[in-house]
């Protein structure tokens, strides 16, 4: 247990000090480490669930240190975050997490600090986490649910409000709560390229609930499968999966329809449209604003026939002749706030100054997006996010129609188009289907 937990240490520093992304780092710690199965899937909840819930740590330290816990030193911080996680939300005895706790503390900061650390377990593993909500985040008001489900209270307003336009008033605890459990490891069995039922006998998993293209594992590494390997499939969230379908299946494809991708790294979604396009005899530019990016983009796409995907290193905002492309995703940069099951840090990250800029240069993609639509062309305009400001009020200033956008889904889902809710775009929830809270409008250019 004390190489698992000083692995998860190496992860949540990295994240909380350097900038490091989770899901990209802890990977290759385990791999450095040795570390497989349990012991692999001990870390990935101890450092993920540290840094989902640090809010309600930083909370509950702060009564038992009594100090504000941004003035402890970022060791012994992120040290009893791990504690915390430990002691009130993972099956390990109140003294284990308090004894590796101070015995972390004392390598990285010497004795006095092993002190405190000390002082402060004790106070922590005193109460039970259902004793420490109640003291700590009492009542049902806003700051008590950031609190209670360590989200920042922007934040909680922010998926509050998304729920309240969706007709889901009634839902965000809900929606918190799906935030703050693991996600499962979906893949995407790349049309033409890989058959699902074997990549899902290979994975040992099951096909998932609403993409044909998905398969859920049920435990082990996706690198480890050859599909994944060679790039017929890849992790993706079945969400996306979803969206980026939808504008393939919105209307039969014609041969030599060309489409675009306008803010395509890391490429997952270029991929299965590449693939989708390459089945219709259609091509695909894919275009990424940072190079180390199209680096990623061209790797995603390195199964599909080469003749289909062209990927371009450019300005979204700027790039392409007029009216050029029959379909075309916009998958825009947003705040990410879909996605916070998978992306523990991304919370913490976010400020609410962020939505002013995001929503400046959303509004700039798209109007070029506009632009280059050929008459007749489909737009979907796509975020991960369900916050108003990025998502329905974007779309509210377009010049383009919006058409029915549960119409495509269902074609993708082989569900009704009501199940998608009352239209005309479609917002999926973590809460409700399970996958990233994903937004998609599809849009259309008159025809001439």
């Known amino acids: 247990m004390s190489r698992a937990r000083d692995v998860a240490y190496d992860c949540v520093m990295a994240v909380s000090t350097e900038g490091a992304y989770a899901n990209l780092l802890l990977p290759t710690l385990l791999e450095r480490a040795g570390l497989d199965g349990r012991d692999a899937g001990f870390v990935t909840e101890l450092a993920y669930g540290a840094l989902r819930m640090r809010g309600l740590y930083d909370a509950i330290i702060a009564h038992a240190a009594r100090r504000d816990p941004q003035d402890l030193d970022a060791e012994l911080r992120v040290a009893l975050w791990l504690g915390c ?6 099956r390990v005895p109140a003294h284990a997490a308090v004894n590796e706790t101070v015995d972390q503390v004392r390598r990285e900061r010497g004795a006095g600090a092993a002190k405190l650390a000390n002082a402060v377990m004790r106070r922590v593993t005193e109460r039970g986490a259902d004793a ?28 509050t409000r998304a729920l309240v336009a969706d007709g889901r008033a009634a839902e965000t605890v809900a929606l918190l709560e799906a935030d703050n459990s693991p996600a499962r490891v979906t893949l995407v069995a790349r049309p033409g390229l890989v058959d699902r039922d074997a990549l899902a006998h290979d994975a040992g998993g099951e096909t998932g609930e609403y993409s044909p293209w998905s398969v859920v594992m049920a435990g082990g590494r996706p690198g480890d499968l050859p599909a994944v390997a060679d790039g017929t499939a890849a992790v993706q969230d079945e969400g996306s999966q979803i969206v980026a379908g939808a504008l393939a299946l919105a209307q039969p494809v014609e041969p030599g329809e060309r489409w675009l991708d306008l803010c395509a790294g890391p490429g997952g979604k270029s991929a299965l449209l590449g693939a989708l396009a390459a089945e219709g005899a259609a091509t695909l530019d894919a275009v990424e604003l940072h190079p180390h990016r199209a680096d990623l983009v061209r790797r995603s796409v390195r199964a599909v026939p080469e003749e289909v995907v062209t990927v371009h290193t450019a300005d979204g905002t700027a790039w392409g002749e007029s009216e050029a492309y029959d379909r075309i995703v916009l998958d825009a940069p947003c705040t990410g706030l879909g996605a916070l099951r998978r992306r523990p840090e991304a919370r913490w990250r976010r400020h609410p100054e962020d939505l002013e800029d995001l929503v400046g240069l959303q509004r700039r993609l798209l109007a070029n997006a506009e632009r280059l639509l050929a008459p007749g062309g489909l737009l979907a305009y796509i975020t991960c996010s369900p916050v108003v400001a990025e998502t329905r009020e974007i779309v509210a200033g377009s010049s383009l129609r919006q058409l029915d956008a549960r119409e495509a889904v269902a074609a993708v889902t082989g569900t009704p188009a009501r199940f998608w809710g009352p239209g005309p775009h479609v917002q999926l929830w973590t809460h409700v289907h399970g996958t990233d809270s994903m937004f998609l409008a599809l849009l259309e250019k008159p025809a001439v």
């Open 85 to 90: 996680h430990q002691a009130l939300a993972m």
């Open 132 to 159: 420490w909500l109640s003291l700590v985040a009492p009542g049902d008001t806003p700051a008590s649910r950031a609190v209670r489900h360590s989200h920042p209270e922007w934040v909680v307003e922010e998926l």
